[in-house]
């Protein structure tokens, strides 16, 4: 309890202690909770998942909940976190979830605030994400606020306000999300991603990771309940590719298949008035099948179905061994999806790349950025996979 302390510091640091930030959710996410607002760069539902019926509560009998979650291109949002968040909304007018996604910033609040059963608010600022392992494992820091002192209500009535606020702006990488549908929409675009795919980047990261020693642990002090399809819990993670300081070995495989197609401005983000986020894998005066990338270049993958604006698709996490221009070679799990309904209209592909963490770096490329530079994939007989973009028209621009 705060009330002999309006303003409050603490943090995980002492290995014996029991405080945590879950401990704070757990008391005052509670029975006869009025508002309840949050802001978080990082986010998985399995950190609210049993606050679900409280929540589902409120926002049915017209109580606020509103969340602002990012998506940054490092750790996107998963799809199925968004809906979930929409089941427990389920479209009351006071409940609002915006999501932001940022082409050259990381979204990285982490700021929750409560009015309680009495009417009394209280608040959490600090370095915790809305992530299992963020309340419950990590070494986090905070302050603890709660109203009946002049100075915090000020900043209580001011975190309101400021988490308020994005329900209404319409800038561009604001979404507000209101329907399965707007979710759709941002999973198209690589905005959001579905939960194989977080999984798959986790493994490539952690694959790519040099391996270490002398490194201790962390007990947990807190635990949510698990969904009975999670085995395990997954825990934070900010930074999900290489960083450019790694450089990745080439893949020194014989090229048995090769792409190219000079990129327009849609393919690298640069159309503003269509930020697609993905690469469209066309004929490109190459081919005639446009199954071609399904059947042959991307056979030997794992693909998954999926649903993309109600048309039945295909999704496949593939790790590809990226390079741009002055820029070094990293290893980045891109998703490449088969969507037959594509072709139909103004539609003259099937197949496309979702550039997921490179979408904000190539928008933010300076002037037209990589627009009319040519992208060219490669198929090693290793079954490693390269995307290069390059200023050059490669010599040979299909092999197969």
């Known amino acids: 309890m705060l009330s002999n302390n309006m303003i409050r510091y603490r943090d995980t640091g002492a290995p014996d202690g029991e405080v945590c930030p879950g401990k704070w959710f757990d008391e005052n996410i509670v029975d006869g909770t009025q508002a309840f607002r949050a802001q978080f760069g990082f986010f998985r539902f399995g950190a609210i998942r049993k606050y679900g019926d409280v929540l589902r509560g409120m926002a ?22 968004v809906r979930e968040i929409l089941k427990l909304l389920a479209g009351s007018p006071k409940a609002h979830l915006t999501v932001v996604a940022l082409s050259n910033a990381i979204f990285h609040p982490k700021v929750a605030h409560v009015t309680r059963p009495d009417g009394t608010t209280r608040a959490i600022v600090g370095s915790a994400n809305m992530t299992e392992q963020a309340l419950g494992i990590h070494v986090e820091a905070w302050v603890e606020l709660e109203s009946g002192l002049a100075a915090s209500d000020q900043a209580l009535g001011d975190i309101a306000a400021a988490i308020d606020r994005w329900q209404t702006v319409t800038d561009e990488g604001v979404y507000q999300i209101r329907t399965e549908a707007d979710a759709e929409g941002l999973l198209t675009r690589g905005i959001l991603i579905d939960a194989a795919g977080r999984r798959a980047r986790r493994a490539a990261s952690a694959a790519a990771a040099s391996p270490s020693s002398g490194r201790g642990g962390r007990r947990a002090r807190w635990r949510p309940p698990l969904a009975p399809e999670e085995p395990s819990l997954e825990g934070e993670a900010e930074t999900l ?50 199954d071609f990338y399904r059947n042959a270049f991307f056979s030997g993958v794992a693909w998954r179905s999926a649903t993309i604006s109600g048309h039945a698709s295909e999704i496949a996490d593939v790790q590809f061994n990226v390079k741009l221009p002055g820029k070094k070679t990293r290893q980045m799990v891109l998703q490449v999806v088969h969507a037959p309904h594509r072709e139909s209209g103004q539609h003259n592909y099937r197949t496309s790349i979702r550039w997921g963490p490179l979408g904000g770096e190539l928008r933010k490329a300076r002037g037209t950025g990589y627009t009319g530079f040519w992208a060219v994939i490669e198929k090693h007989d290793t079954r490693e996979y390269t995307l290069t973009i390059t200023a050059d028209e490669p010599s040979r621009r299909f092999i197969g």
Request: no cysteine; aromatic share 2%; hydrophobic share 40%.
């Open 241 to 290: 590719v290489v960083p450019e300081t790694a450089e990745v070995a080439i893949p020194v495989g014989r090229i048995v298949l090769r792409w190219s197609k000079k990129l327009s401005k849609s393919d690298v983000n640069k159309n503003a008035q269509n930020i697609r986020n993905l690469m469209s894998l066309t004929k490109a005066g190459l081919i005639n099948d446009l």
């Open 60 to 81: 049915s009998s017209g109580k606020i909940v509103n969340l602002v979650l990012g998506s940054n291109s490092s750790d996107p949002l998963t799809n199925q976190d």
